[in-house]
């Protein structure tokens, strides 16, 4: 069997042997995403690949950095028939995972600074076994982040072109007319993610993915070690101090009420059960 292989300045090279003996489905984890990264899979990838799953983070302030461009993403979404998108705040794995047969751990992100710039380092692992627990790993995790669809990364790729445009205007001004539309234009892009990342049902039903995801993973856990966890993973959803009202719907500081709501919604459903303090799952995820 094919040993494990480190990575340091040329692990964009394994990279693209990855991506160009993927055959079925590529999958990719990077929380910084530019259109040289894109560009590098499309030059690479097998004509033939028709799946990709990318989960990332389109946060604004990667927008307004200029480390993440939706339009890249826009760009594969265009090139590749069949991209599963997902947006999750503070992503920080870097994986990338061809055929759930070979896999790239990696301190790189698919930026330009990662592929070229920057010395990564990252591990290549051939193993198979190792690499489907890999797989599923970042699947259970990415389903916790908000599915993206073309349509949507559009009117996103919009926004996000403001705010950038806004970004740059406000940083080479001290006005205040200036300051106060960047902060619009933020805000505008923030509403449009939690829209998102609620396109799928209420909080609630959020979080009660999360709780047995974590239930799963770190066996049974009282709500006070649930609420950290859960305020980890969904930053975006989990304001202590500001009760935002977008399209109707009230976001913020009520948080822990839709967790309760979550655990109940999955107790009615038999998934968990409270033993003492703790909750856990009543089967095997």
Not at 32 to 61: E, H, K, Q, W
Not at 106 to 126: C, D, F, H, M
Not at 229 to 243: E, F, G, N, S, V
Request: aromatic residues 6%; hydrophobic residues 40%; glycine residues 4%.
């Amino acid at each position: 069997m094919e040993q494990c292989l480190l990575l340091s300045t040329d692990w964009k090279d394994a990279l693209a042997e990855l991506v160009a003996r993927t055959r079925s489905h590529l999958m990719i984890s990077s929380p910084y995403v530019t259109g040289d990264g894109i560009a590098f899979i499309m030059d690479n990838r097998d004509p033939c690949l028709d799946s990709v799953t990318f989960v990332t983070d389109l946060s604004p302030t990667n927008i307004c950095d200029g480390a993440t461009d939706p339009n890249a993403l826009a760009s594969l979404m265009s090139g590749v028939p069949n991209v599963i998108l997902r947006h999750l705040p503070r992503l920080h794995a870097k994986v990338y995972v061809s055929d759930a047969r070979c896999a790239i751990i990696t301190s790189a992100n698919l930026t330009s600074g990662g592929l070229q710039r920057n010395y990564e380092y990252g591990v290549k692992i051939p193993d198979p076994m190792v690499v489907a627990s890999i797989s599923q790993d970042i699947s259970r995790y990415s389903e916790l982040g908000a599915l993206v669809a073309k349509e949507s990364l559009q009117v996103y790729c919009e926004i996000a072109d403001r705010v950038r445009a806004t970004y740059q205007r406000q940083r080479n001004s001290v006005t205040r007319s200036l300051r106060s539309e960047f902060e619009k234009q933020l805000a505008a892009a923030q509403d449009q993610l939690l829209r998102l990342r609620l396109a799928e049902g209420p909080m609630h039903t959020v979080f009660a993915k999360t709780i047995v995801y974590l239930l799963a993973r770190y066996g049974p856990l009282s709500t006070d070690q649930l609420h950290p966890r859960i305020k980890a993973i969904h930053p975006d959803l989990c304001d202590d101090t500001i009760d935002r009202v977008i399209d109707g719907k009230s976001y913020g500081k009520k948080w822990k009420h839709a967790v309760r709501s979550a655990q109940q919604q999955l107790k009615k459903k038999g998934l968990v059960i409270l033993e003492g303090e703790r909750w856990t799952l009543t089967m095997h995820v």
